[in-house]
């Protein structure tokens, strides 16, 4: 659930922040809607990306059936997994935010320049995408059968 509620925090923000920008650009120049409307939405994908992620967890380890059994140390895993990957939502929402906003300006300015313009956010995504990924491996791997379990090492007298 953190994946989902920074993911969804970030969004919101990220979105906020293109659609003021937007929201100037279109009292000028109402007919660049069509262009803007995919730069306003891109910071939206984080959210999407921790609802991923939230979903991933529940079905592997057996929310949706009722059926929990996480051992202590996977719970710590899946947790942590969940932080680290709404960190990097929360944050890169925003950012996406701010450059999906420095898109809207250019294009607003040079609107020949829009499939330009909206690689700039589309950079960022990138990093987001990366993150999803690798919950997603790690969730896998931290639920795979068996489990992940602590082992003691053996300590031999020399």
Not at 39 to 49: D, N, R, S
Not at 59 to 80: D, Y
């Amino acid at each position: 659930m953190l994946a989902v509620m920074f993911g969804g925090m970030g969004s919101a923000r990220g979105i906020r922040i293109a659609v003021g920008q937007a929201a100037g650009v279109l009292s000028e120049k109402p007919e660049l809607f069509g262009r803007l409307l995919v730069l306003m939405a891109m910071p939206g994908t984080q959210g999407f990306y921790g609802f991923i992620c939230a979903i991933t967890i529940a079905m592997r380890i057996g929310l949706i059936e009722s059926a929990v059994n996480v051992s202590p140390i996977t719970g710590m895993g899946l947790f942590f997994t969940g932080l680290s990957m709404g960190i990097v939502l929360w944050r890169s929402a925003i950012w996406q935010g701010e450059a999906a906003a420095a898109a809207i300006n250019l294009t607003a300015k040079r609107p020949e320049e829009a499939g330009r313009a909206i690689l700039m956010p589309a950079l960022i995504e990138t990093y987001a995408v990366v993150a999803l990924l690798a919950a997603i491996l790690m969730i896998m791997w931290l639920t795979k059968t068996g489990g992940l379990t602590f082992v003691t090492p053996e300590i031999t007298p020399h």
